[in-house]
C-alpha cells in the first residue's frame, strides 16, 4: 500500500500550503497583465480561475493547519505565533473564498457585456486582490516563523518533544518550602517541597473557601503536597492578572471524587475561564455569573500522575493532558486575570507542581 504522507513529512499541510500562496501570486500578476491585453479575454478568464483555485487551496491548508496545530504538543514559547498564524489564515481564507466568489460573478457579467465590466470595475477589482495578497504574506510569515524559529514540524524537534521535557522542580530550602518563584513578565512557579504545608496560605490566596478547610501533609515518596478537603469547594489563586497564559498542574486524582478545575483569568469566584476534570471529562469553559459555558470536552482517564494544562490566547482555549491536545474551544477573549486551583468533593489531591507561564 502506498502511504499517503512521505516518511519526512509530519502532516498533510507543508505538502499543500506552498500550492495556494503560487496560485494566488500568479492570480494577481495575470490579473495585472489583463488590465493592458482587454482584447485577449482568455487572460482575465485565466487569473480568476487561479484566484478560485488559490481559495480553495486556502481553505484546505487552513483545514490541515488546524490540525496540524491540534496534534502537536506546542511549547508555550510557540503558542503566540501559533494563535497569529491561526487567525490571519483564517481572515485570508474567508477574504479570498469570498473575492473568489465576487470574480466569477464579474467574469459571468464580463462574458455577457455588461456595464459592470467595464475596465474601472476591473481596476478595482485588481487593487482589491492585489491588496488581499497582503493577507496571504503575513499569514506566511508567521507560519514560517513556527518552523525556522520553533522548529514546529522538524523531526529531530518533534522526537525530542515526544521523548519528553525534563521536568524541573524548584529547589527546596531545609526547613522552608520552595515557595512561588516570580518571573519578570509575571509568570511564576510554584513547587511542593519542605515546609509547603506550613507556608501553604502564604504562597496561596484563598479566593473561596478558607485554609482551615484543608487538611495538608506532605510525602516525600511523591515529593507532592496531599490536600484533603475537611469542607469546601476551595478556590486558591496565586501571582498577577495574566492576559495571555499557559496554566499547568502536576497533579494525582486517583483518590480523589469530585471536581478538579484548573482556573485562569480569575475575576471573582463567579466569573473566570477554567480546565475541569469531573465524571471522566475534561472540559473547557467559561464560568460567568456562576453559570458554566463548556466550551470543549473530552473523556480522560486520569493516570496516576496527570500534567494537565490550559492555555488560553486571545479567542483561542486549548486543554491537554498528559501532554496531548484533548480541547480546543473558541470564545470572546477574557479580561487578564491571575491562574489557580478549584477543588469541590472528597479524597485526597496530590500536588506537586501549579505553573503560570505569560505568552506574551
Sequence with gaps: MIPILPEWAPNLHPLIIHFPIALLATAVVFDLVSLFTRKWAGVR????????????????????????????????????????????????????LIYAVVRLFVLWFDIKGRRWAQLRVHVLLFIMGAGGYYLVVQTADRGARLVYAHGLGVKPVMEQAAAGPAVIEPPATPGKTTGIKVEANGSWQWGAGIGSRQAFGEDFHFVQGRLSDLRMETTEKDSALVLRLESGPVLITAGDPIASVQAEAMLNIERFEGTVRLVHHLQDSLNYDFLEIADGQLRQGRLQDGKPTIFA???????????????????????????????????DAPDAGPVGLYLKGSGTVLLRRLTATSLR
Design 45 to 96: 478568464i485565466a487569473a480568476v480561475i487561479l484566484f478560485a483555485f488559490g481559495a480553495f487551496g486556502a481553505y484546505a491548508s487552513f483545514l490541515t493547519g488546524r490540525n496540524a496545530a491540534d496534534a502537536l504538543d506546542l511549547p508555550a514559547s510557540a503558542v503566540a505565533n501559533v494563535t497569529d498564524h491561526a487567525d490571519w489564515a483564517e481572515v485570508t481564507v474567508w477574504f479570498f
Design 297 to 331: 470536552e473530552q473523556a480522560l482517564q486520569p493516570t496516576s500522575w496527570s500534567a494537565v494544562r490550559a492555555v488560553s490566547d486571545g479567542t483561542h482555549f486549548r486543554g491537554y493532558a498528559t501532554g496531548e491536545m484533548l480541547t480546543h474551544g473558541h470564545g
